[in-house]
T-cell receptor, first 114, second 112 residues
């Protein structure tokens, strides 16, 4: 079946540190991959996406590369800010899925200290 | 433009009572999703609609839960009777042709 596994949180970093949040997936075929972010008290919002192998999604200084060979989609940022504190969700959309149904990972909480 | 609107934002009710959560999707979107978020189970898809028709309700936990979408601009998620284990944050999301999902702010439900 389709599933997403993320590294467990919480992750605590100092401002300007390098961030990596690991995400691996299981799927048949070639799913689309997403990172969503949830700020405190809000709903999720799309951060970035990649739809095929070797694609790199990027937004707001965050990047993730679709790695088919390792079935991974790790999220990275070179220098985090306090405002990046949030919960980050990795998700996949199964191939040939007409409805846009997403499979989410369990979420990773990031806390950035000044 | 207004995003996805959910009401109420917070709901506290007693076990056994009926609870109705409401959602107004973004105008023009043709998919609507209901999710539940808890610490124990994370984010779970309960049901989703396409053009007001339920497509997949395999995530609905049991018969106490029901969802309707009478028109393109309104959906409800009903729990009857409610139980303490239903306490969670419920999100509604909408999308156009199954692309990027836009989430509402959520309804925090507490069942005592």
């Amino acid at each position: 079946g389709n599933s997403v596994t993320q590294m467990e949180g919480p992750v605590t970093l100092s401002e300007e540190a390098f961030l990596t949040i690991n995400c691996t997936y299981t799927a048949t075929g070639y799913p689309s991959l997403f990172w969503y972010v949830q700020y405190p008290g809000e709903g999720l919002q799309l951060l970035l996406k990649a739809t095929k192998a070797d694609d790199k999604g990027s937004n707001k200084g965050f990047e993730a590369t679709y790695r088919k060979e390792t079935t991974s989609f790790h999220l990275e940022k070179g220098s985090v800010q306090v405002s990046d504190s949030a919960v980050y969700f990795c998700a996949l959309r199964p191939p040939n899925n007409q409805g846009g149904k997403l499979i989410f990972g369990q979420g990773t909480e990031l806390s950035v200290k000044p | 433009d207004a995003g996805v609107i959910q009401s109420p934002r917070h709901e506290v009710t007693e076990m056994g009572q009926e609870v109705t959560l409401r959602c107004k999707p973004i105008s023009g979107h043709d998919y609507l999703f209901w999710y539940r978020q808890t610490m124990m189970r994370g984010l779970e898809l309960l049901i989703y609609f396409n053009n007001n028709v339920p497509i997949d309700d395999s995530g609905m936990p049991e018969d106490r839960f029901s969802a309707k979408m009478p028109n393109a601009s309104f959906s409800t998620l009903k729990i009857q009777p409610s139980e303490p284990r239903d306490s969670a944050v419920y999100f509604c999301a909408s999308s156009f042709v199954g692309e990027k999902q836009y989430f509402g702010p959520g309804t925090r439900l507490t069942v005592t």
